[in-house]
């Protein structure tokens, strides 16, 4: 005869999980911002005490999306801010932004955006 197992429901999030992350993602953006480094899923991990697979699990249920694609739009975002307020080069922000190249920054900017980082700054003028 076969055990009786109970069926465990699945697990649901609410908005509070999701301040939760939104505050630590931003804590550990502001470090990589204020050291200049760049941002990435596993060192955020690591910055929690956690492994990238259950906090990229994690995330892509609280966010409906990758904690790599959070972790860009955060970081695009604030890239954002520092062309609209301040005359710094394009390739400061990005470095400022904690991406790790001009390169990458460029790809993400204009994927989110539609325009260049310097198209950007010249409309929001």
């Known amino acids: ?34 050291t200049n480094t760049a941002a990435r899923a596993s ?10 697979e259950y906090v990229s699990w994690l995330a892509s249920k609280i966010l409906g999306k990758s904690l790599h694609k959070y972790l860009r739009e955060q970081q695009v975002a604030y890239a954002a801010r520092l062309l609209r307020t301040g005359p710094l080069p ?25 325009v260049p980082p310097g198209a950007f700054r010249e409309l929001k003028k």
Do not use: N
Not at 8 to 30: E, N
Not at 43 to 52: D, K, Q
Not at 103 to 112: K, N, V
């Open 90 to 114: 394009v390739e400061e922000i990005a470095i400022r932004s904690g991406f790790g190249t001009p390169g990458t920054f460029y790809r993400w900017f204009l994927a989110i955006y539609g």
């Open 1 to 34: 005869m076969r055990p009786i197992s109970k069926a465990v429901p699945p697990r649901t999030f609410t908005h509070a999980h999701r301040q939760r992350l939104d505050r630590a993602v931003t804590h550990y953006l502001r470090k990589c911002y204020k």
């Open 43 to 52: 060192e955020f991990a690591a910055h929690l005490g956690l492994t990238v």
